[in-house]
């Protein structure tokens, strides 16, 4: 790392942007100087939170109809202290299938959209570039990974099923990203070039207080030399 003359230990040149791939691909799960992950990471964890609660919610609403319609039916001829007490058994009768069949979805949904996002994000970061191949790819791979138990058939099922998904999907995101302006991957290497750009400024301007600084000082023991 080039240093000027007189430059002090922390005021070395700032560190370009990556420029490769693998840089950017390294610095997704790296926090900055506050201690944040950067913007596509977190959407990341908001997203599989989000696909989580809703698939609990897709799984688990009707199960808890569905058991409570069934304990009614089947609890006619049972005797309950009071109609609270009927209502009450109904419903931690619908809870346990909310609770079931609820996480039976959410984990699935949440794992698929956790895949779909890593592998979609971590090729747009890799190419630089947000494209619809970059979704396609990912739905392919995540359904074939969810359907690969079935063997080949199974497998390949999933790879169209999943690039049939990923391709409407990375579409309409495309779409959102063109409403705001600029997608996602264009504003984070727009922040990295002004972020940049911004510590270069300040490192020159340090370096050339140093330089004025050092020259000051020499002469000042040059003319202490002469007296």
Do not use: C
């Amino acid at each position: 790392m080039a240093e000027g003359p007189g430059a002090r230990p922390g005021f070395g040149r700032p560190v370009p942007p990556p420029q490769t791939g693998w840089e950017r691909l390294r610095e997704l799960w790296q926090r900055d100087e506050l201690q944040r992950f950067p913007e596509e990471t977190v959407n990341l964890f908001k997203a599989a939170f989000t696909a989580g609660l809703v698939g609990w919610l897709y799984g688990g609403l009707p199960a808890f109809a569905s058991a409570r319609k069934a304990f009614i039916e089947r609890s006619h001829g049972e005797l309950f202290q009071n109609r609270a007490d009927a209502v009450q058994s109904a419903h931690r009768a619908g809870l346990r299938s909310f609770l079931r069949y609820g996480w039976r979805w959410s984990w699935r949904v949440a794992t698929f959209a956790t895949i779909f996002n890593v592998v979609s994000t971590g090729l747009s970061v890799y190419r630089d570039k947000t494209t619809v191949s970059n979704f396609a790819a990912a739905g392919g791979l995540t359904g074939a990974l969810f359907r690969m138990h079935l063997g080949l058939q199974g497998l390949a099922g999933g790879l169209v099923f999943g690039t049939a998904f990923g391709i409407p999907a990375g579409g309409l995101l495309i779409a959102l990203h063109g409403l705001a302006g600029e997608t996602l991957q264009e504003k984070r290497s727009r922040e990295r070039r002004e972020l940049y750009e911004k510590k270069l400024a300040e490192w020159q301007s340090r370096l050339s207080v140093t330089e004025v600084l050092g020259q000051t000082e020499n002469n000042a023991q040059g003319g202490l030399k002469m007296d």
